[in-house]
C-alpha cells in the first residue's frame, strides 16, 4: 500500500525510484566498499535502502542510529543494536555462529547474539573481522547499513564511545566482503563526518558511491497520489491533487501522510489538507528547535528567506535588522553553510530556498 505510512520495505510499494534502486543495488555488487545515500528527510532514503536491502538477497544488518541519539550516544545502545540485528542474521545463517563464537566478548546462546561492551570486552573491528571470514567462507557478501550516520559523529573519542571513521577506514583496508552504506539527512554534516574535504580524515579520499535521493517532480507526485488513492477505490478530482502538490510539493513522506489522512477521513476537502500541514508543521518545529539551538541567529536568516530574500546582501540587510546587530560577512556564511549541511536550505538558480515546504510554512510570513 503506498499511503502505509511507515517505510516501505516491499518493491511493489516502493513509487517511482526504479532507477535508484538499480543504482543502489549495483553498488552492492560492486567493489566500492562505501556507499552514500542522501537526500533530505522524508524523501525516501529508509524505503529505498531497505527494499534493496531485501532484494539483494545477502546477509545484512540495519541500524537505526536515531537509536544512539535516545541513548544518549553511549556504546551500550550502539552495541544492543548490533546484537539484535547479529542474532536475526544467524537465525538464517547458521554457520555464522562458529565464527562469532570465537570473537573475545561475544557470547551466543541458543539464537541470540550477545556482546560484551565493557572494558576489555570486544572490539568492533576484531567481530567485524571474523565476520569477514565467515563472509568468505560462505562466499557472500554483507551489506552493513548505518540509517542517519551523521549521528555516528557524536559517538567520536573519548570513554565509552567509538571512533567510527577510524572503524570505518579500517574496514575499507581490511574487510573484503563487507559493504557500508551510510545514509544521512543532514547531507553536509555526513560528509563532514566522513571527512570527504578533510585530509586529515581516515577516510579522506577514498572512493565511494553516492546516490542522491531527489524530491518527486510534479508529475510523480501526482501519479502517485493517483495510483495510491486507487488502491483505495478512491479518484479525488485532478484539481484536488494539484492543489495537494502544490501545498507538499514533491515530498514523499509529506505526500503519503496526506493520502493516508485522507483515506482514513474519507475525505479530500482543503480542510483534510490543511490538518496534515498543521501535523506536519508540528513535527517540522520540533526538529527546527533544535536547530534554534545552535544558534538564534538561524531564525532570522530562515525568516529572512522565508520572505523570499533568496540572495546574500538581502538577507544579511533583513537579518541585521530583526536582530538589531550587524552580523558579520564571515558569520552569515557560516549560518548559510550551517543550514545548508543540514539540508534546511539549498542554493537553486543563484538563490537560497527551502528544500521542505513546510519549513517555508513555519518561518515565513
Ligand atoms: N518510493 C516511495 N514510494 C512510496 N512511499 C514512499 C517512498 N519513499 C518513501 N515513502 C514513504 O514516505 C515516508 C518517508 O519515507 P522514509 O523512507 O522514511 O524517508 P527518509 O528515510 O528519507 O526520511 C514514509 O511514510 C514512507 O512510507
Ligand atoms: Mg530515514
Redesign the pocket.
Known amino acids: 500500500m ?1 499511503f ?5 520495505d516491499e518493491r511493489t ?5 526504479d532507477k535508484e534502486l538499480e543504482k543502489l543495488l549495483q553498488s552492492f555488487g560492486s567493489k566500492a566498499p562505501l556507499i552514500l545515500l542522501l ?1 533530505m ?8 535502502l531497505k527494499v534493496a536491502l531485501k532484494e539483494w538477497g545477502q546477509p545484512y544488518l540495519y541500524l537505526d542510529l536515531r537509536a544512539l541519539a535516545d541513548g544518549g550516544f553511549s556504546k551500550v545502545v550502539f552495541y544492543r543494536l548490533l546484537s539484535d540485528e547479529l542474532t536475526r542474521v544467524q537465525s538464517s545463517w547458521d554457520r555464522l555462529r562458529f565464527f562469532l563464537q570465537k570473537v573475545r566478548g561475544v557470547q551466543v546462546a541458543g539464537i541470540s547474539v550477545e556482546l560484551d561492551w565493557r572494558r576489555n570486552g570486544m572490539t568492533i573491528s576484531s567481530l567485524f573481522r571474523k565476520i569477514d571470514e565467515w563472509l568468505e567462507s560462505e562466499g557472500k557478501n554483507m551489506a552493513v547499513a548505518f540509517d542517519e550516520a551523521q549521528l555516528l559523529r557524536d559517538m567520536r573519542g573519548g570513554k565509552g564511545r567509538i571512533d567510527f571513521r577510524k572503524f570505518l577506514a579500517f574496514a575499507y583496508d581490511n574487510l573484503r566482503h563487507v559493504k557500508f552504506v551510510l ?1 544521512g ?1 543532514e547531507v553536509g554534516l555526513l560528509m563532514d563526518f566522513i571527512g570527504a574535504e578533510d585530509p586529515s580524515s581516515p577516510l579522506y579520499g577514498r572512493y565511494r558511491e553516492e546516490i542522491v535521493l531527489q524530491k518527486f517532480d510534479r508529475e510523480t507526485s501526482l501519479e502517485f497520489l493517483r495510483r495510491g488513492f486507487r488502491e483505495h477505490g478512491f479518484e479525488p478530482s485532478p484539481d484536488v491533487l494539484e492543489k495537494v502538490v502544490d501545498v507538499l510539493d514533491g515530498v ?2 509529506w505526500l ?2 496526506y493520502g493516508y489522512t485522507a483515506v482514513y477521513e474519507k475525505k479530500f476537502d482543503e480542510n483534510i489538507l490543511e490538518k496534515v500541514v498543521d501535523q506536519a508543521k508540528r513535527v517540522t518545529e520540533n526538529e527546527l528547535s533544535k536547530v534554534f539551538q545552535r544558534s538564534r541567529y538561524y531564525k532570522h536568516v530562515l525568516r529572512a528567506v522565508g520572505m523570499g530574500y533568496g540572495e546574500w546582501a538581502a538577507i544579511k540587510r533583513a537579518a541585521e535588522a530583526w536582530s538589531g546587530v550587524p552580523i558579520s560577512n564571515a558569520h552569515l556564511t557560516r549560518l548559510l553553510h550551517g543550514l545548508e549541511k543540514l539540508s534546511i536550505i539549498e542554493k537553486k538558480d543563484g538563490k537560497y530556498v527551502f528544500t521542505d515546504p513546510i519549513v517555508a510554512k513555519i518561518v515565513g510570513p
Do not use: I
Not at 510499494?13 to 525510484?17: E, H, I, K, V
Not at 528527510?41 to 529505498?48: D, I
Open positions: 503506498l502505509d505510512v511507515a517505510p516501505k510499494s516502493l513509487f517511482g525510484r537526500g528527510r522524508r524523501v525516501g532514503k529508509t524505503s529505498l545514509t539527512s514523499v513522506g503519503t501522510y
